[in-house]
């Protein structure tokens, strides 16, 4: 569990720092040209990073989520109906929080 935690602390710290350096603005509209490049790059790495974390925290969710929803129809087949449409809408919440991310991406990537 500390190692989880602490690793999930690390790459949260990660993006904290690259998405510092990606939304700081230049310093000089002369050093415009070799800086520009780099936020750009580093914005570009944001938002790789940031729908690679997105989809496998979705994806992880999603799977327990199902495991614990099959698990429980397993259990007990006559409430099928009380646990099959709350874990559907389970689902799309999490995946909308996926979809949050890759609009946001898309959004930092369209402004290169």
Known sequence: MFRKTFLFFLTSLALVLAASVA????????????????????????????????SFGGAIGQAKAIAAGLEGIARNPSA?????????????????????????????VGKL
């Open 23 to 54: 939304f700081a603005e230049g310093a000089a509209p002369a050093a415009a040209g070799a800086g520009d490049s780099s936020v750009k790059m580093v914005i570009a790495l944001a938002a790789g990073f940031g729908i690679a974390i997105a």
């Open 80 to 108: 099928q109906n009380k646990i099959f449409i709350p874990m559907i809408v389970g689902l799309a919440l999490i995946e909308s929080l996926v979809i949050y991310t890759l609009v946001i991406a898309f959004v930092l």
